[in-house]
């Protein structure tokens, strides 16, 4: 099937060429052929979208986005459609609000065509922790998408939307856009409202876009970036003009490779055709030594906000009740019933790491880690504009590969949990292919509120890559 | 590091959790396996270092005191599992340590 952008639905829908309502069949219809094989919906809104489209060729609905289907991660509330975050605790819930990020692309014209599969909570790197069963690599159905947003990842890599919404807490957007060998973007934190956004860890989440391009990515980004009262933790910084300066290119840019994400923690053929991408860029090697320890503050924090954010789902005012003679037992039954095994494990190590007598040693010597981590950023950045690395140690794993293995399954978010712990913006393109035919992807990082530049250097970087490999999915469609 | 049965209980009390007695050994060991990994952060030398608990630097951001749109009660209650009187219903409230399952 050719690929769709959303820049040129937009453009074939404004040119007449294309109607909104054709436009959304289609992509319908490309989901009804592969999806049942990916898996990568909970849930079609084939009505709710087709409505829409209809507006939008009647002009009641205008805006940038006019037209373009849109998937979004089932972590993300809608007004009335059920939420699921991929756990059986909220199987059925119906949020009474939308996301403002839903919100703003809705407002631009952008069309929700389904809700996304995702790891359960968000919790994990292959989407096989979802309650729901897990989503296929569009690749090769015998390997993971990656997570926790593998389900966007997916949909965009197997064309059913040509953009998509996720989550990113220590790689959930960029590391299955990896594996997916599509565009991931995590934004600043505090770029993009999390109102709506069900909390993971409150001081690493943020939503960003999948897409094919990266000048997709842009427009999705200024969509749904910008302060939001609902958010307290929601920047006031203007954006700038992300989209205007994908045309900048990169001269004068200074490139650095990070050391501690090189060597013996790549695999040899991610290596080399990083390798080979960032010889062309004259970049130099620069070392940020704290990045030893980041994965390990990291699996504490995270899971430390967890324990605290997840508390919420006791079975009194939403979701799975499972009822009991007391309120305490109810709330154990409930939680025992409606959390998968990787939910509880991490609000355990969560909770034990703040529990009394322990606080100190694990998250308040983590949360000292995660200083560091951003000192050394800010040291590299005064020495280099953007800092590169690979976006996954690997590419896709099999399913089943690291489902009993936590330890190496966390090691998946090795190169990009750093970003999450500073803050700062990064970005995943695909890079080319390993010897299997599954997708390598670039991380390209930038500082704080630099998503001007970042874009610019991924859309030059994306031009000399000129990655054009598709998954032959099912045999092509049209 | 080692993370013992009693441990596990002492936790899953904390986090409101149930787990019957292969599910304790498994987190004791993946617990223990875990934090024995992390530990290494235990023993860095961060004195003088601040903790970092926020990414960004946003203080106290306030708005003022006044009344704005939000969910009406029924709106709030139509997920509930149990509802009466506008309020969520829920089974009795005893003394935690009445209440071990």
Same mark, same amino acid.
């Given at each position: 099937m050719r690929a769709r952008t959303a820049a040129g639905i937009v453009a074939s829908i404004r040119s007449g060429e294309a109607t909104a309502t054709a436009t959304i069949a289609t992509h319908l219809a490309e989901i009804e052929r592969t999806d049942g094989e990916i898996?990568?919906?909970?849930?079609?809104l084939g009505d709710l979208a087709l409505e829409q489209a209809r507006a939008v060729d009647d002009g009641e609905v205008t805006g940038p986005l006019a037209g373009v289907p849109v998937a979004i991660k089932d972590v993300l509330c809608m007004d009335g459609i059920a939420t699921t975050c991929g756990s059986k605790i909220l199987d059925g819930w119906r949020p009474p609000y939308t996301a403002t990020a839903v919100r703003r692309l809705i407002e631009s014209g952008a069309i929700p065509i389904g809700k996304t599969n995702m790891d359960e909570f968000a919790m994990g790197s292959s989407t096989e922790n979802s309650a729901f069963g897990p989503t296929l690599n569009p690749w090769s159905t015998q390997h993971v998408p990656g997570g926790s947003s593998g389900g966007s990842a997916a949909a965009v890599a197997a064309g059913h939307v040509p953009v998509s919404l996720g989550s990113d807490t220590g790689g959930s957007i960029r590391q299955p856009a990896s594996l997916c060998g599509v565009v991931g973007m995590k934004p600043t934190y505090g770029r993009v409202s999390r109102y709506g956004l069900v909390a993971f860890a409150s001081s690493l989440d943020q939503i960003g876009p999948f897409s094919q391009t990266v000048e997709d990515a842009a427009l999705i980004y200024v969509a749904i970036a910008g302060h939001d009262p609902m958010d307290s933790t929601s920047l006031p910084e203007p954006l700038g003009d992300p989209v205007g300066a994908l045309s900048r290119g990169i001269d004068g840019l200074r490139f650095g490779v990070v050391t501690e994400l090189a060597g013996d923690a790549i695999d040899p053929e991610v290596a080399a055709v990083f390798a080979a991408v960032t010889e062309g860029l004259g970049a130099r090697e620069v070392s940020l030594p704290s990045f030893t320890h980041a994965l390990s503050a990291y699996y504490l924090i995270a899971p430390a906000e967890a324990s605290s954010n997840l508390a919420r789902f006791d079975g009194v005012r939403y979701g799975l009740r499972i009822d009991a003679d007391d309120t305490t037992t109810m709330m154990c039954r409930s939680r025992e019933a409606g959390f998968g095994p990787e939910v509880k494990r991490r609000i355990m190590l969560g909770t034990y790491a703040l529990s009394a007598g322990y606080y100190d040693a694990y998250y308040g010597q983590a949360q000292k880690v995660r200083t560091l981590v951003a000192n050394d950023f800010a040291r590299a950045f005064e020495e280099f504009d953007i800092l590169l690395s %690979? $976006?996954? %140690? $690997?590419t896709a794993f099999e399913i089943g590969e690291r489902a009993a293995d936590p330890l190496a399954m966390y090691l998946s978010d090795l190169c990009t949990i750093p970003a999450n712990l500073a803050g700062i913006p990064a970005i995943s393109i695909p890079a080319g292919l390993d010897s299997k035919g599954l997708p390598i992807g670039l991380q390209l990082m930038a500082p704080a509120l630099e998503e001007e530049r970042l874009f610019a250097a991924a859309a030059e970087i994306e031009a000399r890559i000129a990655f054009d490999a598709k998954p032959n999915l099912l045999g092509a469609g049209t | 590091m080692t993370i013992t049965p009693d441990d596990v209980h002492h936790v899953a009390k904390l986090a409101r959790l149930n787990f019957n007695e292969e599910e304790v050994a498994r987190l004791a060991r993946d617990l223990g396996d875990i934090l024995q990994h992390a530990s290494k952060i235990a023993e860095l030398d961060l004195a003088g270092v601040e903790p970092t608990a926020h990414p960004i630097k946003l203080k106290n951001v306030w708005r003022p005191d006044e009344v704005r749109p939000s969910l009406t009660p029924e709106q709030a209650l139509a997920n509930a599992p149990a509802a009466e009187e506008n309020k969520f219903r829920v089974p009795r409230i005893l003394e935690v340590e009445d209440s071990e399952e």
């Amino acid at each position: 099937m050719r690929a769709r952008t959303a820049a040129g639905i937009v453009a074939s829908i404004r040119s007449g060429e294309a109607t909104a309502t054709a436009t959304i069949a289609t992509h319908l219809a490309e989901i009804e052929r592969t999806d049942g094989e990916i898996r990568a919906f909970l849930e079609v809104l084939g009505d709710l979208a087709l409505e829409q489209a209809r507006a939008v060729d009647d002009g009641e609905v205008t805006g940038p986005l006019a037209g373009v289907p849109v998937a979004i991660k089932d972590v993300l509330c809608m007004d009335g459609i059920a939420t699921t975050c991929g756990s059986k605790i909220l199987d059925g819930w119906r949020p009474p609000y939308t996301a403002t990020a839903v919100r703003r692309l809705i407002e631009s014209g952008a069309i929700p065509i389904g809700k996304t599969n995702m790891d359960e909570f968000a919790m994990g790197s292959s989407t096989e922790n979802s309650a729901f069963g897990p989503t296929l690599n569009p690749w090769s159905t015998q390997h993971v998408p990656g997570g926790s947003s593998g389900g966007s990842a997916a949909a965009v890599a197997a064309g059913h939307v040509p953009v998509s919404l996720g989550s990113d807490t220590g790689g959930s957007i960029r590391q299955p856009a990896s594996l997916c060998g599509v565009v991931g973007m995590k934004p600043t934190y505090g770029r993009v409202s999390r109102y709506g956004l069900v909390a993971f860890a409150s001081s690493l989440d943020q939503i960003g876009p999948f897409s094919q391009t990266v000048e997709d990515a842009a427009l999705i980004y200024v969509a749904i970036a910008g302060h939001d009262p609902m958010d307290s933790t929601s920047l006031p910084e203007p954006l700038g003009d992300p989209v205007g300066a994908l045309s900048r290119g990169i001269d004068g840019l200074r490139f650095g490779v990070v050391t501690e994400l090189a060597g013996d923690a790549i695999d040899p053929e991610v290596a080399a055709v990083f390798a080979a991408v960032t010889e062309g860029l004259g970049a130099r090697e620069v070392s940020l030594p704290s990045f030893t320890h980041a994965l390990s503050a990291y699996y504490l924090i995270a899971p430390a906000e967890a324990s605290s954010n997840l508390a919420r789902f006791d079975g009194v005012r939403y979701g799975l009740r499972i009822d009991a003679d007391d309120t305490t037992t109810m709330m154990c039954r409930s939680r025992e019933a409606g959390f998968g095994p990787e939910v509880k494990r991490r609000i355990m190590l969560g909770t034990y790491a703040l529990s009394a007598g322990y606080y100190d040693a694990y998250y308040g010597q983590a949360q000292k880690v995660r200083t560091l981590v951003a000192n050394d950023f800010a040291r590299a950045f005064e020495e280099f504009d953007i800092l590169l690395s %690979p $976006t996954s %140690p $690997t590419t896709a794993f099999e399913i089943g590969e690291r489902a009993a293995d936590p330890l190496a399954m966390y090691l998946s978010d090795l190169c990009t949990i750093p970003a999450n712990l500073a803050g700062i913006p990064a970005i995943s393109i695909p890079a080319g292919l390993d010897s299997k035919g599954l997708p390598i992807g670039l991380q390209l990082m930038a500082p704080a509120l630099e998503e001007e530049r970042l874009f610019a250097a991924a859309a030059e970087i994306e031009a000399r890559i000129a990655f054009d490999a598709k998954p032959n999915l099912l045999g092509a469609g049209t | 590091m080692t993370i013992t049965p009693d441990d596990v209980h002492h936790v899953a009390k904390l986090a409101r959790l149930n787990f019957n007695e292969e599910e304790v050994a498994r987190l004791a060991r993946d617990l223990g396996d875990i934090l024995q990994h992390a530990s290494k952060i235990a023993e860095l030398d961060l004195a003088g270092v601040e903790p970092t608990a926020h990414p960004i630097k946003l203080k106290n951001v306030w708005r003022p005191d006044e009344v704005r749109p939000s969910l009406t009660p029924e709106q709030a209650l139509a997920n509930a599992p149990a509802a009466e009187e506008n309020k969520f219903r829920v089974p009795r409230i005893l003394e935690v340590e009445d209440s071990e399952e």
